[in-house]
C-alpha cells in the first residue's frame, strides 16, 4: 500500500489502467456503436494510453530543470504521450484530463489525500474548459464525479480518497443513462466514462494492491443499440466561424460571455495566450469584431451551413509558396484521388502526433488540414495546436466527409491569400451535401425508423433518412432525395465491398431523370460503406 504516489506508481498506475482497457476494448467499443460498425471509443481510448505508456518508457531517468519533482516529471510525459497520441474525442478528452492531474501536481512534493482530490479537480477544469455548454451523461460527468468525491473525503490519507473517487465514478456512470436521452434509448451507459472508470479503479489498485470494491458497472446484456446523436448545434445558425487568437485569459473571458450571446456550439481552448476559437451564428461580422477586441484573431475560417443538414503518410513535396494540404483518407482510391490533388495523406483515425507528423513532413509553412470524419476533427484542432507552438500556421476546414474534401480541394488558389483560400475552401465543403449507404450492423431505433441487421442504411449528413431491402434502389433513392433540393453535380465513390457495377447503374439512373447533372464515379476503396455520394 502506498501513503503518497511516486514516480514509480504512476508507471505502473499507466501500465495497469492500459491493461484494464484492453481487457474491455471490444466491450467499450460495442458501448458506441452505431447501426454500422464503426464504435471505436475503447479502440480510441487504448492507442491514447498505449502512446502515454511509450512516452513514460522512453524517459525513464531524465529529470528536467524546471522544479518538477520526479512523480511530476512521469505525469507530464504521461500527459504529453496522451495528447500526441489522442485518437477521437475521446482520446482527447483523456489527454485533457491527464494535463489537468499533471499540472496540478507537477511541484507538489507529495502526493496524499488532498493533492489527489486538488488534481482531479484540475482535471475536472481541464475537460470543461473546452466545451461552453457541456453535455451531462457523458464522461465529463463522470470526472466530475470522481472529483466532488474526493474532495468531500477530506483527507489526507491517498488510500481513502482513491477509493471514494473511484467508486462515486462507478455510480455516476451507472446514471448516465437517465441524464443522456441517447443512452437511455439505446440502454447503454457512456463508452468514455467506461473508460475513466477503468483507469481510476487502476490508480486504486495500484495505490491499495487491492481491486476495488466497486468496479465500473458492465453494460446491460440486453439493450437495443440505437443510432448516435451528432451535436450540430440549432439550425437556427447559418455560419460556423474559426479563428485562432492570441490574447490574455481575461479578454477570452469576456469573448465567451459575448460569443455565447450571438450564437451557439461554442469552444474556445487554448494556453499560453493562443486560443482556438468556435462558433455558429449569423452574424459572423459580430463574431469576428468580438474576436477583434479580445486580442489578435488570425486564419479565420467562415463555413455556411445553407446546404447543410446537420500505412506511412505519403509526402508531396511541398508547393512553392509554401502551402500544403493534409486530408484523412479511408481507402486506398480516395488516397489516390487526395495525391493525384497534392494531398499528403493520412490514413483513417490517426493520432494528434500522426497529424502533426504529417504537417511538419509537408515543409510548408501554412497548411490546411481536411479530417473528413467528425471523431478526427478533435485530434485535428489539438494537432493544429502543437503545429502553431512550432512556428506553422494550421487551418483545420472541418470536412465530414471525403466527399467534401474533393470538392474543398477542387477550388484551392495559390494566387489567393491563405486566409482567403481557406475561407473559399471551407464554402466549397460546405456547399457540397454528402450521404453514406451502408448494411446495418445491428437492430436499432432510428430517425427514419426501426431497422434490423443486413438492411441498407442511407444516411444523409450523418442521420438516416432512408431503410431499404435492396442496395441500388436505396443508392438511387438517396440520390434523388438530395438532388430534389438542387444540384449540378454528383460525385460517387465506390466501396470496397460494393458490387460490380453499382456506380455505372446510379449513373445511368441520374442520366435518366436528372439530365442536367453531372456524375462523377470513382473507386474509393473505403470499408463499410458501399458508396458515398457528394452533391454540389
Known amino acids: 500500500m502506498l501513503d503518497t504516489l511516486d514516480a514509480a506508481a504512476v508507471r505502473r498506475w499507466c501500465a495497469s489502467g492500459l491493461a484494464a482497457l484492453q481487457r474491455h476494448q471490444g466491450e467499450i467499443d460495442e458501448l458506441n456503436v452505431y447501426p454500422v460498425p464503426d464504435g471505436d471509443t475503447g479502440t480510441n481510448l487504448v492507442l491514447t494510453l498505449t502512446s502515454a505508456q511509450q512516452a513514460l518508457a522512453m524517459d525513464l531517468e531524465t529529470l528536467p530543470d524546471d522544479g518538477h519533482t520526479p512523480h511530476g516529471h512521469a505525469l507530464r ?87 471514494a473517487a473511484a467508486g462515486e465514478a462507478a455510480r455516476a456512470l451507472a446514471r448516465t443513462p437517465e441524464q443522456l436521452p441517447a443512452l437511455a434509448r439505446a440502454g447503454v451507459v457512456d463508452a468514455g466514462g467506461r473508460g475513466l472508470c477503468l483507469l481510476l479503479d487502476a490508480l486504486v489498485e495500484v495505490i491499495t494492491g487491492e481491486s476495488p470494491r466497486q468496479p465500473a458497472p458492465a453494460p446491460p446484456a440486453a439493450r437495443v443499440p440505437a443510432t448516435a446523436v451528432r451535436e450540430t448545434g440549432s439550425p437556427a445558425y447559418a455560419y460556423e466561424v474559426q479563428y485562432l487568437l492570441d490574447a490574455t485569459d481575461e479578454a477570452v473571458t469576456r469573448l465567451r460571455g459575448e460569443l455565447d450571446a450571438l450564437g451557439d456550439s461554442l469552444v474556445i481552448v487554448g494556453d499560453a495566450g493562443t486560443w482556438n476559437v468556435h462558433v455558429h451564428v449569423n452574424d459572423v461580422g459580430a463574431a469576428v469584431e468580438a474576436g477583434v477586441v479580445a486580442g489578435r484573431p488570425h486564419r479565420i475560417t467562415v463555413t455556411r451551413f445553407a446546404d447543410q443538414t446537420a500505412p506511412a503518410p505519403s509526402t508531396p513535396a511541398a508547393p512553392a509558396d509554401g502551402r500544403a494540404a493534409v486530408v484523412v483518407a479511408t481507402g486506398a482510391g480516395i488516397a489516390e484521388l487526395f495525391g493525384a490533388e497534392g494531398a499528403t495523406v493520412v490514413p483513417a483515425n490517426p493520432s494528434t502526433g500522426e497529424l502533426l507528423d504529417a504537417i511538419r513532413a509537408t515543409r510548408a509553412a501554412r497548411v490546411v488540414v481536411l479530417p473528413n470524419d467528425p471523431n478526427t476533427q478533435s485530434v485535428a484542432s489539438a494537432a493544429a495546436r502543437e503545429a502553431h507552438g512550432l512556428g506553422v500556421k494550421v487551418s483545420v476546414v472541418p470536412t465530414r466527409s471525403p466527399v467534401q474534401a474533393l470538392a474543398a480541394l477542387a477550388v484551392r488558389d495559390p494566387k489567393r491569400r491563405f486566409e482567403d483560400d481557406v475561407i473559399a475552401m471551407a464554402e466549397a465543403a460546405g456547399a457540397c451535401r454528402y450521404a453514406e449507404v451502408c448494411h446495418a450492423s445491428k437492430e436499432a431505433l432510428t430517425v427514419a425508423g426501426p431497422c434490423r441487421p443486413g438492411d441498407v442504411l442511407a444516411l444523409v449528413e450523418g442521420e438516416v433518412h432512408l431503410i431499404g431491402a435492396d442496395l441500388l434502389d ?21 466501396g470496397a465491398d460494393a458490387p460490380a457495377g453499382l456506380a455505372d447503374r446510379v449513373r445511368e439512373h441520374v442520366e435518366r431523370s436528372w439530365p442536367f447533372v453531372e456524375v462523377q464515379a470513382y473507386e474509393g476503396g473505403q470499408p463499410h460503406y458501399p458508396l458515398l455520394v457528394g452533391v454540389e
Open 77 to 163: 510525459l504521461m500527459a504529453r504521450g496522451a495528447l500526441l497520441g489522442a485518437r477521437g474525442n475521446s482520446g482527447v478528452i483523456l489527454s485533457q484530463i491527464l494535463r489537468g492531474f499533471a499540472d496540478a501536481l507537477a511541484a507538489a512534493p507529495a502526493v496524499r489525500g488532498r493533492q489527489l482530490a486538488t488534481a482531479l479537480a484540475d482535471a475536472t477544469t481541464a475537460a470543461y474548459a473546452a466545451v461552453a455548454h457541456p453535455v451531462e451523461g457523458t464522461l465529463l460527468s463522470v470526472v466530475a464525479a470522481a472529483a466532488h468525491a474526493a474532495e468531500r473525503a477530506d483527507s489526507d490519507d491517498l488510500r481513502a480518497v482513491a477509493r
Open 474 to 494: 436505396t443508392c438511387t433513392a438517396v440520390v434523388d432525395r438530395m438532388l430534389g433540393g438542387g444540384g449540378e453535380l454528383v460525385t460517387l465513390l465506390c
